[in-house]
């Protein structure tokens, strides 16, 4: 899609370069950052460059005998980058399928930078580890931002700028209903995910808040949100139509469906095939959505399982053709009865 040249510049003369397999931003103005990049990560008041990577099987390999920190010292060093006052963040994803979105009002100008996967690495905040650290592991990231803020911050509000970024993430995956990988909850994030944030110093804007109650934390969470969900759909082809659907929904709740269609006291396939279209119904879709949410707040302790029962009993009735009704009482069997 691009090749080693310039794709975007901001307002204040950021650049944003494709390199091969890297998004790089260099910083016009200077600027303070915070990430949690292994390369300069923390509060920093002395980068020059913030960029995005591309891992490729090979240099996954690479990485299992090799330092982290250095691999990505050597990739500055190879596009010609001071590494020393450089931040970087790696994934799985492709850089192509990068989304760059931009949001303004007034003197405030926020642009979100995203690569987003979510298939194999989505889990929610609070779901069994899935590794124990202690001498440092390695793992790619799967969403990774740099947001750059045209006005400037303090630290403490790079700080809180940060926390308003990361709510925004769990907001854009709930949006679009991404479930975890590792429970049966909507994903929060990916277990690796990558933030860089900075703000302009020479700016003579100073903003002391960026909260969710300021306009400037209202940007920052509707650039993240909307550069995640584009990022997602050109990675991974996940949109609200795709979530549309009676199988996708039941998803999350993983049982062994094979166990159902042997149960079945007619023709498999000509089950499978109706339940294809059926699958796509609205009503259907949500009355699968009622039932589900019956099951989360069953196990959240909200609603009592024998009234939950009883009302999805009676949700199904109104399902329209005749599989979604038999498949939703497999479930309603499995986690109500």
């Known amino acids: 899609m691009y090749n080693n040249r310039l794709i975007f510049k901001t307002s204040t003369l950021d650049e944003v370069y494709f390199l091969k397999d890297s998004i790089f931003v260099k910083f016009f103005n200077k600027r303070n950052s915070i990430s949690n990049s292994v390369l300069n990560g923390g509060i920093r008041n002395d980068l020059r460059f913030a960029f995005n990577h591309h891992l490729s099987q090979e240099n996954i390999d690479y990485l299992e005998n090799h330092d982290l920190s250095d691999y990505l010292c050597e990739l500055c060093d190879y596009y010609g980058f001071d590494?020393?006052?450089s931040s970087g963040l790696v994934t799985l994803a492709r850089m192509k399928n990068l989304s760059i979105v931009t949001k303004k009002?007034?003197?405030?100008?926020?642009?979100?930078?995203?690569?987003?996967g979510v298939r194999v690495n989505a889990c929610c905040a609070g779901d069994a580890a899935s590794y124990y650290e202690e001498n440092g592991e390695f793992h790619a990231g799967t969403i990774n931002t740099i947001l750059l803020i045209n006005s400037r911050l303090d630290d403490s509000t790079l700080v809180e700028a940060f926390m308003t970024a990361v709510e925004?993430?769990?907001v854009s995956l709930n949006r679009l209903k991404i479930p975890s990988q590792f429970s049966t909850s909507f994903a929060t994030g990916t277990g690796t995910d990558g933030v860089i944030i900075s703000s302009n110093i020479d700016s003579e804007n100073i903003?002391?808040?960026a909260g969710k109650h300021s306009k400037l934390g209202e940007l920052i969470a509707k650039s993240i949100i909307e550069s995640i969900h584009v990022a997602i759909k050109k990675q991974v082809w996940i949109t609200p139509r795709s979530q549309s659907n009676?199988?996708?929904?039941l998803n999350r709740y993983k049982l062994n469906i094979n166990e159902f269609y042997d149960s079945l006291n007619q023709d498999k396939h000509k089950f499978i095939a109706e339940l294809k279209f059926d699958s796509r119904i609205q009503e259907n879709i949500a009355i699968t959505s009622s039932v589900l949410n019956l099951i989360d707040d069953v196990d959240k302790g909200i609603v009592r399982r024998e009234i939950a029962h009883d009302t999805?009993?009676?949700?199904?009735?109104?399902?329209?053709?005749?599989?979604?009704?038999?498949?939703?009482?497999y479930w309603i069997d499995k986690f109500l009865d």
């Open 105 to 116: 009002y007034k003197k405030i100008e926020v642009t979100a930078i995203t690569t987003a």
């Open 83 to 85: 590494s020393n006052k």
């Open 207 to 209: 903003i002391s808040n």
């Open 168 to 170: 925004a993430k769990t």
């Open 246 to 249: 009676v199988l996708v929904l």
């Open 312 to 329: 999805c009993i009676d949700l199904i009735r109104g399902c329209v053709g005749s599989t979604v009704d038999k498949l939703l009482l």
